[in-house]
């Protein structure tokens, strides 16, 4: 920390780089994006020019000059970044999904651990106040049987991430199942078991049935392949309380502000454990392969039906 400001860096300069996780750190009171680093270095000196930082031509370089990290990569680059990142001592904003695989999640906890690093994963639902109102309310009612929710948008139609391949092959699972199925754990209890999930290549449609600690059940339903206008993004608890619905449509950017306010504030106290922190991504990394593994199931019971 210096003047009382965060020093950070950006790893990244895609979309989201652009558009929240540079400017926002750029423009908060408790941060400063001191520099930028991408394996394309055009895209990282075009980052930097529009949030005033400074470029760096190699990743060690911005380990030097930070004191903190927000990460906006796929998450096959963000892990082996992020273990050199918590190694050197770094506190990291982490985007979801944490990792590739559940052993690299479990390598980057144990390394946040050893370095008493502070994370938070980008999981931007939870840091807006009416979801936290509505996680109030759920909380403080109880009795509820179950939830579902709905994520149907046009994402991956959109041009600008036509070159985003890993969103491409792990389609609306990767992409939006980790806030999907963070917030209904948070609502509903943990979730112990995927008891079901189907994948329809029609629509690249995801179709999943958890079990929560306590006897509740979710259902989700996924998709980026669909032009719904405006997106569909609602999830809903029902139970002996009756019905409590929430529309999650949001600005992005100002729930990334109120994740810098908490992170800023959890450096300065030297506090590393948080509801969203990285023990979050490793959970939801856990949960995204039992999915998959359901659905491989899924498959496979459908093949010995069919002969």
């Avoid at 209904?184 to 079990?211: I, K, N, Q, R």
């Avoid at 989700?220 to 999650?248: E, K, Q």
């Avoid at 729930?255 to 990285?278: K, N, Q, S, W």
Wanted: net charge negative.
């Amino acid at each position: 920390m210096t003047d009382t400001r965060l020093r950070m860096g950006l790893v990244g300069a895609g979309p989201w780089a652009r558009k929240v996780h540079g400017p926002g750190v750029a423009a908060h009171p408790g941060t400063e994006l001191v520099s930028v680093w991408a394996r394309r270095p055009a895209a990282a000196a075009e980052v930097a020019e529009l949030t005033g930082a400074t470029p760096v031509a190699d990743f060690d370089d911005l380990l030097a000059t930070v004191d903190a990290i927000t990460f906006a990569v796929p998450p096959a680059v963000q892990a082996p970044l992020a273990l050199r990142a918590l190694e050197a001592g770094k506190h990291l904003v982490l985007e979801k999904p944490l990792a590739g695989t559940v052993d690299e999640a479990e390598l980057l906890v144990a390394a946040a651990d050893r370095a008493h690093a502070t994370t938070l994963m980008m999981l931007t639902f939870r840091y807006a106040p009416e979801v936290r109102e509505w996680l109030a309310e759920v909380h403080g009612l109880g009795g509820w049987h179950g939830g579902s929710a709905r994520w149907m948008s046009s994402t991956l139609l959109d041009t600008k991430y036509e070159f985003s391949r890993w969103r491409h092959d792990g389609g609306a699972l990767t992409d939006i199942g980790p806030h999907v199925f963070d917030l209904l754990d948070a609502a509903l209890g943990p979730v112990t078991e995927v008891l079901s999930a189907h994948f329809a290549e029609a629509g690249d449609v995801w179709h999943v049935l958890l079990g929560h600690a306590g006897g509740a059940t979710s259902t989700s339903t996924l998709t980026m392949h669909t032009p719904a206008v405006p997106p569909i993004n609602d999830f809903s608890v029902f139970g002996a309380n009756g019905y409590r619905a929430l529309d999650a449509t949001g600005d992005a950017r100002v729930r990334y502000a109120a994740l810098l306010d908490e992170f800023v504030a959890l450096v300065g106290e030297g506090r590393t454990e948080h509801p969203c922190d990285i023990r979050r991504g490793l959970h939801i990394q856990r949960l995204l392969r039992a999915v998959t593994d359901a659905v491989a199931d899924d498959r496979a019971g459908r093949q010995v039906a069919g002969g």
